[in-house]
Every structure is written in structure tokens, then in C-alpha cells.
């Protein structure tokens, strides 16, 4: 999982998203709140997101 500040959240995941990068909001978990999961399957998938 990779955390960004709340405020950047929505911005990040849409880039990401744009980008072709599954990602999903852990908004209002308990603990997590204002985080990130990013979904990367194949070490071709990894390199892209990095």
C-alpha cells in the first residue's frame, strides 16, 4: 500500500488511474484513512508505477 497526504489523494488516484494503474481509495478506514492501494500484478506493471 502506498500512502499519500489527504489532501493529494484524489489527485494522485486519478493520475494513476489515467495512467492505466488500478488504484483504490481507502478513504474513511479506520487507520488508513486518506491512503491509497495500488493494485501492480506483473514486475512490467511495477517498473511502469516506480
Known sequence: ??????AQAAAA????R???ILV???AAKPLID???RVSIGTKE???RFW
Not at 500500500?1 to 489527504?6: A, F, G, N, Q, Y
Not at 488516484?13 to 494513476?16: K, W
Open 45 to 47: 506493471q511495477l517498473e
Open 1 to 6: 500500500m502506498v500512502i499519500w497526504m489527504k
Open 13 to 16: 488516484q486519478a493520475l494513476l
Open 34 to 36: 486518506g491512503s491509497l
Open 24 to 26: 483504490r481509495s481507502m
Open 18 to 20: 489515467q495512467a492505466g
